[in-house]
Structures are given as structure tokens and as C-alpha cells.
């Protein structure tokens, strides 16, 4: 008795899934400092901060689920803190003229949206589980931003060690033309794939859930 009694009683708040969902907001802050700043070290270290954030993103719910660590605490928390940190790494491509502010704002009203659902189905006690759209839309944000971090650390190094990014680019032909297109346009597009995923993953909620808004369940 007293077995089954320990597998089914609560888990502690700050049990090592939530503080690891906790680290990504944490992680934020020191992401904007470093990445605004100029040096090459500094860069990196921005990139690499989110970097463990996107991962802790996986890894909460790897160990809420391995364990049984599940809490209305972490619930609530892990959305918010993917919203934190990936809202924050485009505002600041934005302030770096590195993703259109339309993009953004699109992705950030629709994250408001479906907060706000989330919170009416709350108050009407239905839980509104995360969908396979709304994970493809996280991956897709994901993508984009590590892809534009993984530019501009690469392009601080090379031109700390190698001088102009445009100089080196030239000199390497075709291939540096290929390169200066591809920097140009993937986080563009990238971000633009982004978008249109979170426009589709936010009518996806909307539709599966309609019947919140008609006095029902669903």
C-alpha cells in the first residue's frame, strides 16, 4: 500500500523537470545581453544559451513523462517559457534588421490568441493538449532562429579573423555568391515558414476547439 501510495502523490514543484523548464526563462536575459554585444565570444555565448534553451524544451518534457513529474505549475510554465525565450530572440532580430517586424508581430499575436484560449477552456475545466501542428510550429521557430544565431556567430568570427564579410566573400567566386544569397534569404524564408505555421497551428486550435465558444465542451 504504502508503493502505490508514493507513485501517485504529487510531485514537488521544483522537482529537476520544472527547473529545467525555469532555466529557460532564466536563460533570457543573458541571451539578449550577449547577443546585442559586439564580441566574438559573446556571440557564441548568446547562441549557445538558446541553444540549451531549445533543448531544455525537449528535455522537461522528456523527464516529466520519464519520471512522472507532471505539475499544474510546469504545465503553465513550459508554454510560457518556449514564448519567452523564442518572442525574445525575434524581438531582437528585429532590433538587428535581421527578421521583418510584420513576422513577429504576427507570431506574437497569435501566441496571445492561443494564451488566451487556453486560459477560456481553463476556466471552463478543459484542457487543451498541444497539438501536432502547434509542435511543428515550435520546431519551425526553432529552426529559424538557430539558423540566423548560427549566421551572425559565424559571420562576428569571420570577420574578426579574416576582416569585411564582403571582402572574404568575394574572393571565394560563385561560391561566395552562394553563400551571401543563402545568408540573405534562408533566415527569411525560415522565418517566413515560421509564420505561415503559426497562422495554420493557431486555426488549427481554434477549429478543434470551437465548441468552447458555443457553451460546449468542445
Known amino acids: 500500500m504504502t508503493t502505490h501510495h508514493q507513485s501517485h ?8 523537470a520544472n527547473l529545467v523548464t525555469y532555466s529557460r526563462i532564466a536563460v533570457t536575459p543573458f541571451f539578449l545581453y550577449f547577443i546585442f554585444r559586439e564580441e566574438v565570444g559573446a556571440k557564441w555565448t548568446g547562441g549557445l544559451l538558446f541553444a540549451w534553451g531549445a533543448y ?3 528535455l522537461d518534457g522528456y ?3 520519464r519520471y512522472h513529474l507532471n505539475t499544474e505549475i510546469g504545465a503553465l510554465l513550459d508554454p510560457l517559457a518556449d514564448k519567452v525565450l523564442f518572442l525574445s530572440a525575434m524581438l531582437a532580430f528585429v532590433q538587428m534588421q ?3 517586424a510584420w513576422m513577429v508581430a504576427v507570431i506574437m499575436a497569435r501566441e496571445f490568441m492561443i494564451t488566451g484560449l487556453r486560459q477560456f477552456a481553463q476556466n471552463k475545466r478543459v484542457v487543451i493538449a498541444a497539438s501536432r501542428a502547434g509542435k511543428h510550429k ?7 532562429i538557430s539558423v540566423t544565431l548560427a549566421i551572425v556567430c559565424v559571420r562576428v568570427t569571420v570577420e574578426h579573423y579574416q576582416g569585411r564579410w564582403e571582402i572574404v566573400l568575394a574572393k571565394l567566386g560563385t561560391l561566395g555568391d ?5 545568408v540573405w534569404y534562408g533566415p527569411y524564408w525560415l522565418m517566413f515558414y515560421a ?5 495554420l497551428s493557431g ?11 458555443n457553451g460546449g465542451k468542445r
Not at 552562394?178 to 543563402?182: F, G, K, L, S, T
Open 9 to 16: 502523490s504529487a510531485p514537488a514543484p521544483w522537482n529537476v
Open 56 to 58: 531544455s524544451d525537449y
Open 63 to 65: 523527464l516529466a513523462r
Open 98 to 100: 535581421l527578421a521583418p
Open 138 to 144: 515550435t520546431i519551425s521557430q526553432i529552426v529559424a
Open 178 to 182: 552562394w553563400i551571401n544569397e543563402a
Open 195 to 199: 509564420t505561415v505555421m503559426s497562422v
Open 203 to 213: 486555426l488549427d486550435y481554434l477549429v478543434k476547439n470551437r465548441g468552447l465558444f
